[in-house]
T-cell receptor, first 112, second 115 residues
Framework: SQQGEEDPQALSIQEGENATMNCSYKTSINNLQWYRQNSGRGLVHLILIRSNEREKHSGRLRVTLDTSKKSSSLLITASRAADTASYFC????????????FGQGTTLQVKP | DAGVIQSPRHEVTEMGQEVTLRCKLISGHNSLFWYRQTMMRGLELLIYFNNNVPIDDSGMPEDRFSAKMPNASFSTLKIQPSEPRDSAVYFCASSRDRGGGNTIYFGEGSWLTVV
């Protein structure tokens, strides 16, 4: 069963623009993670934000977490064509058993 | 440092045949996850192991699916007999602990088509 729902399902922007993807989830979490998947490849971990954190940065990535709204957002600034991929949020329950539950993903296309 | 290694990368098989997917964990990792990805259902966690012990297999679709860890660095996912609805990409992933707070590393996937 899917825990998270990403919004939008698909996003198309021009190179240099910012891309924002949102993730909503249903139950309490220990942490939330974002992954990227290039076409035909496996998933690659981007960033992890814990339930007691509100914002985190990594390079051109900025992640926010609002546990009261059970939502997170991933912002990619100054996008590049190479950022074209699918982006998934994944949640870990408070029991922290390692069970990572993924959302359906957002497909991002960055046009050169 | 080699990542998670899966084999085969692609397999086409006939309905009713046995399928075995293989996975080699990253050295030093002790948690192993099998995921299945389809367009309709997205990424589904099938089963995960910690220190060779299955912790949660609630995602395994039915008795036709079985997973094992014969040793700390290797796992198999078996489907017997296979059905067309099993067609999907199967990912193996590993992490250093139970994975809750640590990064999970994915293999490149095994693309299974059952005809």
């Amino acid at each position: 069963s899917q825990q998270g729902e990403e919004d939008p399902q698909a996003l198309s922007i021009q190179e240099g623009e910012n891309a924002t993807m949102n993730c909503s989830y249903k139950t309490s979490i220990n942490n939330l993670q974002w992954y990227r998947q290039n076409s035909g490849r496996g998933l690659v971990h981007l960033i992890l934000i814990r339930s007691n954190e509100r914002e985190k940065h990594s390079g051109r990535l900025r992640v926010t977490l609002d546990t009261s709204k059970k939502s997170s957002s991933l912002l990619i600034t100054a996008s590049r064509a190479a950022d074209t991929a699918s982006y998934f949020c994944a949640t870990v329950p408070p029991s922290n058993t390692g069970k990572l539950i993924f959302g359906q993903g957002t497909t991002l296309q960055v046009k050169p | 440092d080699a990542g998670v290694i899966q084999s085969p990368r692609h397999e086409v098989t006939e309905m009713g045949q046995e399928v075995t997917l293989r996975c080699k964990l990253i050295s030093g990792h002790n948690s192993l996850f099998w995921y299945r990805q389809t367009m309709m259902r997205g990424l589904e966690l099938l089963i995960y192991f910690n220190n060779n012990v299955p912790i949660d297999d609630s995602g395994m679709p039915e008795d036709r699916f079985s997973a094992k860890m014969p040793n700390a660095s290797f796992s198999t996912l078996k489907i017997q007999p296979s059905e067309p609805r099993d067609s999907a990409v199967y990912f193996c992933a590993s992490s250093r602990d139970r994975g809750g707070g640590n990064t999970i590393y994915f293999g490149e996937g095994s693309w299974l088509t059952v005809v």
